[in-house]
């Protein structure tokens, strides 16, 4: 008797547990440091999680954390407040209209340098983040290796035009990101500025990143691994409010108020 009510028991806890749906991936445990014009140093720790058509990035700095997730199989981007657990969703379509708006800014930015001196346009470069020319990205190669996290990492420059921009360490090590990610450049056009996505794309080309050197900032990832990772990790949570929908509702009560 004993023996039929522990298995009706265990029967009862599998079938009544919710079971999630495993996928090969990879999970990422990265530090940023970024200083400021000031000499600031902030410091970012970032967990990235990556399966076939979905992506989620936390972050957590000093004041705040949140969630990035990007879902190609929704075309539906969401960002995450977790303090507050709400969230916002931004579709493709309205992604692409704003990076085709900021094109057209920058654009016209490059417009008003041609009309500037070298010193003025310089200047400008600086304090807008543009430059006059448009972005000529080339990798260039190095003999330079090491080991990061364990993995065998080689360094690449990066030049766009004649001028330096950044140095990266890559790992072929677990081979290509998008046995992973299923369409990586799909992807990185979702969390990518529009002057760095020319980069980023001939960077996945040549592996994994596990450390950036950008100007005075810097990212190395302390922890990678290929490993089953949930898909519910890729989900929305049951109980974050859109905030669209919650703004709705806040302004319903204010009418439904004002009427009595």
Do not use: H
Not at 29 to 52: A, C, F, M
Not at 102 to 115: C, F, L, N, P, Y
Not at 139 to 151: N, P, R, S, V
Not at 181 to 186: C, I, K, L, Q, R
């Amino acid at each position: 008797m004993k023996k039929l009510l522990l298995v009706s028991l265990i029967l009862l806890f599998l079938f009544g547990c919710k079971t999630t749906k495993m996928t090969e991936g990879l999970y990422f445990e990265q530090v940023s440091y970024q200083v400021s014009k000031r000499g600031d140093t902030t410091i970012i720790n970032q967990k990235l999680y990556l399966i076939p058509n979905k992506f989620r990035s936390d972050f957590k700095t000093p004041y705040n954390e949140s969630y990035t997730i990007v879902r190609l199989d929704q075309n539906l981007m969401y960002r995450l407040s977790p303090e507050e657990s709400l969230y916002t969703e931004i579709t493709f379509d309205a992604i692409k209209k704003q990076q085709e708006r900021t094109r057209e800014s920058i654009r016209r930015m490059r417009a008003q340098m041609d009309t500037l001196p070298p010193s003025l346009r310089w200047r400008m470069e600086r304090d807008m983040g543009v430059k006059w020319q448009p972005e000529d990205y080339k990798i260039l190669d190095t003999d330079e290796t090491t080991q990061i996290a364990g993995y065998n990492c080689k360094k690449y420059i990066v030049m766009n035009r004649d001028s330096l921009d950044s140095e990266f360490w890559l790992t072929q090590d677990l081979g290509d990101i998008n046995q992973y990610a299923g369409n990586w450049v799909e992807i990185l056009d979702k969390i990518t500025s529009v002057t760095k996505i020319d980069k980023y794309k001939l960077l996945s080309e040549k592996g994994i990143i596990m450390q950036s050197n950008v100007k005075s900032n810097k990212t190395i990832v302390t922890k990678l691994e290929k490993k089953l990772l949930p898909e519910d990790l890729f989900d929305v949570p049951e109980y974050y409010k859109n905030i669209k929908q919650l703004r709705a509702e806040q302004a319903e009560e204010e009418q439904s108020e004002k009427s009595e």
